[in-house]
């Protein structure tokens, strides 16, 4: 700063008591490396174009590249390539105010670094790491105009202002970008319907006409005009919406169940897209030609085997969704704006699911709507707008500046086996495990079990819900990923089934676990303390429960201490469906394949810093 003080023709120790509190800002930052394509999207970059907000910057950068500064003339960005043993200097706002822009603060960011020769078209790009030092004024100085800055006879660009204040007003401007993507989100659940409808029509003068999000559950016992109530409420704070029916969310509270409850998240307008799919999907997996470990269970009369015995792998494979038009709003938005697809489905979501791939840096989370022909009289009660669906899907494609990052979470579920590597696999078939046979695995640890209920005189307990799951490594540590239910298996062939159409593949690092019956996690008692929980950071939090038909209704009557009970739980969008959810994950990382989560008490989800 004094050699800036010398160039301003200024006094040599000028800006000395003025900075001279240490009120500056160090920040580490790392890039992970990520693949080259989703850094080439519009508006996508590792560090967007920005100011930096004190008075200078200095940055140690690696060698890896990708900082660029904008030539103020000509608006080209341009490379600041790495120099080996120097440091890169930029002039902050709060300089540039102080100086009237005789120094001007630079707008740079940070882009792709430049394809090196050795690497392909759809490399990845390397991480990369730097220092950041925001230099800043003393928390209260005074900037104004410099006298030396100022061209006689002229006035000051700027009006005064002190660091704080500054910098109070750029970061408060920040949170409102902060929020863009939901202006509010909740979960209402009551006894009484009209407490949850006199808690929405307090929220019609605020988010009205803003696009909805939204599901209802009512209990069984609910009469027709009461629903009706609820779903003319939530309509009535905003003409564009999209919703479906779900099921109660699972909790210790037995009464709960008896509960109605409405989730919603209203949105942005310029960030969101609604959405209506009468994409078909298809019937269920193609395979599954004997059945031996439940030996009671007849074999599924839907699924088409041949007389052989024998699949018929290309047809069964070609016969897929391929080809599907998305919906007429989603085909004109650009692929890679989206980061996020929420949708409410009937149980075929395949076509949806497979058709929004075209969103290649998207996640997909789609809630299977709760079965409603008690209820509405429809197998499922999808909502959008004013109309009523009972097939296909609803739902709304999300392109907010800020991505939310997915959280899944499987309570109550149990490893029975060591992580093993499939070396067989077929369509929806496991025919190997670390070259072994995967049901005389399965079968062997459920019988070394310590638990004899999971055992019955067949064999396994039909109680027993099995699955498999696929680990991913994370710092040495193995991660669940996707999980998949085993619909069958034959010990003497060895080869078990999956309720997917596609297996993991050969080379696959998976686990086998279960469920046990007893299990029967309380997700809204954990839902609600972890929001209680003192010290969290705030997040908005979406979250879809695969629960079980047993968690439906339990018929005991509801405790008197519970009557009237209101829970509001803020930020939350927490909607369970008996039929499970889709979810195909999208990180830095990689794109997930879309699997469908049914395992009871499973939760996937996204979640917003705010
Ligand atoms: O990582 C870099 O090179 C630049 C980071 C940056 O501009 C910032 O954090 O303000
Ligand atoms: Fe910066």
Redesign the pocket.
């Known amino acids: 700063m004094r050699s800036i003080a010398l160039g301003l023709r200024l006094d040599e120790s000028f800006f000395d008591d003025k900075i001279h509190e240490q009120y500056h800002n160090l ?1 580490l ?1 790392s ?1 992970p490396p990520i693949k080259r394509q989703l850094l080439s999207g519009e508006g996508q970059a ?2 967007g174009a ?1 100011s ?1 907000y004190g008075t200078l ?1 200095l ?1 140690f ?1 690696d060698s890896v590249g ?2 660029e500064v904008q030539n103020p003339r000509t608006g080209q960005f341009q490379p600041a390539t790495p120099i080996p043993g120097t440091i890169v200097i ?1 002039a902050g706002d709060l300089l540039a105010r102080w100086s009237n822009d005789v120094l001007r603060s630079t707008l ?1 960011r ?1 882009v792709a670094p430049p394809l090196k020769a050795i690497s392909d078209t759809e490399g990845i790009t390397p991480a ?1 790491q ?1 220092i ?1 030092f ?1 230099c800043n004024p003393n928390q209260g100085a005074e900037i104004s105009c410099l006298p030396t800055c100022l061209v006689p006879g002229s006035k000051p660009k700027y009006p005064p202002v002190t660091t704080e204040e500054y910098i109070d007003k750029v970061l408060s401007g920040l949170s409102v970008q902060l929020v863009i993507m939901a202006s509010h989100m909740s979960t209402v659940i009551s006894r009484k319907p009209a407490d949850i409808i006199a808690y929405l029509s307090k929220l019609r003068s605020n988010l009205s006409g803003n696009p909805l999000l939204y599901t209802i559950s009512v209990s069984q016992h609910t009469d027709g005009s009461e629903l009706s109530n609820l779903v003319s409420s939530v309509r009535a704070i905003s003409e564009h919406s999209v919703g479906c029916l779900s099921a109660a969310v699972p909790s210790s509270r037995p009464a709960w169940q008896r509960y109605s409850s409405v989730s919603l998240a209203s949105l942005s307008s310029q960030n969101t897209t609604l959405f209506r799919s009468t994409i078909p999907g298809r019937k269920a997996p193609l395979v599954g030609r004997w059945h031996a470990m439940h030996k009671d269970r007849k074999p599924d009369p839907e699924i088409p085997v041949d007389q052989s015995g024998e699949m018929d792998w290309e047809s069964a494979l070609s016969n897929a969704y391929d080809g599907n038009v998305l919906p007429q709003p989603l085909e004109q938005l650009s692929a890679e704006s989206i980061n996020s697809v929420l949708y409410f489905s009937d149980n075929a979501p395949e076509g949806l699911s497979s058709a929004l791939s075209k969103f290649s840096t998207a996640t997909q989370l789609g809630l299977i709507g709760a079965s409603t022909p008690f209820i509405t009289g429809r197998p499922y009660t999808l909502l959008h707008n004013e109309s009523i669906h009972s097939d296909g899907a609803v739902g709304i494609c999300l392109s907010s500046p800020i991505r939310p990052s997915p959280h899944s979470a499987f309570p109550g579920l149990e490893p029975i086996t060591r992580p093993m590597i499939v070396t067989s696999s077929e369509g929806n078939l496991v025919n190997a495990l670390d070259n072994a046979n995967p049901s005389g695995l399965l079968l062997h640890a459920i019988h070394s079990h310590p638990s004899a209920s999971l055992r019955s005189e067949q064999g396994i307990s039909p109680e027993l819900r099995l699955y498999m799951g696929t680990l991913r490594q994370n710092n040495g540590q193995h991660e669940l990923d996707q999980l998949f239910y085993i619909t069958s298996g034959d010990p003497s062939r060895g080869s078990i089934a999956l309720d997917t159409d596609s297996a993991p593949a050969e080379g696959t690092l998976v686990q086998m676990f279960l469920l046990p019956p007893s299990a029967s996690p309380d997700i809204l008692g954990e839902v609600q303390s972890s929001r209680n929980a003192k010290g969290t950071r705030r997040t908005r939090n979406l979250t879809f429960v695969s629960t079980s038909i047993e968690d439906g209704e339990t018929g005991s009557a509801p405790h008197s201490e519970d009557d009237g009970d209101t829970v509001v739980l803020e930020d939350v969008f927490l909607a369970a469906s008996e039929n499970g959810c889709v979810v195909g994950r999208s990180t830095g990382g990689g794109h997930e394949r879309p699997w469908k989560c049914s395992v009871p008490g499973g939760m996937v989800g996204l979640q917003w810093a705010t």
């Open positions: 920040r930052l890039y590792r560090a920005h930096d910057t940055l950068q990708g900082l930029n740079h940070v990369r730097s950041a925001f």
